[in-house]
C-alpha cells in the first residue's frame, strides 16, 4: 500500500506513566514529526490524570497531537506502534490499561469510520475519555468525530475536574 494522494488530517492520542512520562510524550512527539509522508502540525497542552481500569499505577500524561498525512490509516497506526516499540512498550495483552511507557493511539482518521482487526476508527471509547477529548479540543475544538459528533459538545458531558494541566 502507498501513499494516499491527498493529505488527510488525524489525531493522535498520547499517554505514559513510567519512566519520566514527560519526557516520553516529548520523546514521541519528535518522532511522529518524523514519520514519513505525514506531518506535525498541532499538539495539546500535557495533562496528568487517574489511570483507567487497574488503580493501583502511577498516574499517566496525556496529549493529543494533530498531523496531517498521505500515509493509509493502517500504515499510519504501524508507524505509530514501531515509534512505541522503539521507545520500550511491551505489549502485555493480559493486563488492559496498565502501565505503560508510551501509548499512541490513532484516534481520528478524517471522517473514515472503518473495524478491523487491530483498527478502529475513530478509537473506541474517545466519547468517554476526558483525557483524550480535553486535550484535543485544545487543538481542535470544532472537529466532528465521525459517528459521535463535535469534540465541545461530547466534553461538554465529562466530569475534567481530575485532569491537572501540566506546565
Do not use: K
Request: proline content about 7%; some cysteine; hydrophobic content about 45%.
Amino acid at each position: 500500500m502507498g501513499a494516499a494522494t491527498i493529505w488527510v488530517p488525524a489525531y493522535i492520542g498520547l499517554g505514559s506513566n513510567l519512566d519520566d512520562p514527560v519526557r516520553q510524550l516529548g520523546a514521541a512527539l519528535q518522532a511522529i514529526g518524523g514519520i514519513r509522508a505525514t506531518r506535525l502540525v498541532a499538539r495539546s497542552g500535557l495533562f496528568r490524570n487517574p489511570p483507567l481500569g487497574l488503580a493501583d499505577q502511577p498516574h499517566f500524561v496525556n496529549a493529543v497531537a494533530g498531523v496531517v498525512t498521505r500515509l493509509e490509516p493502517r500504515e499510519l497506526l504501524g508507524a505509530l506502534l514501531g515509534i512505541e516499540t522503539a521507545h520500550g512498550r511491551r505489549r502485555d495483552h493480559a493486563v488492559r490499561w496498565g502501565p505503560r511507557e508510551i501509548d499512541l493511539d490513532l484516534l481520528v482518521y478524517g471522517q473514515v469510520r472503518l473495524e478491523e482487526v487491530g483498527l478502529t476508527l475513530p478509537h473506541p471509547g474517545i466519547a468517554e475519555r476526558n483525557f483524550v477529548l480535553f486535550p484535543l479540543h485544545e487543538i481542535a475544538p470544532e472537529l466532528v468525530i465521525p459517528g459521535h459528533g463535535r469534540v465541545g459538545e461530547l466534553l461538554e458531558s465529562l466530569d475534567c475536574s481530575a485532569l491537572e494541566r501540566l506546565g
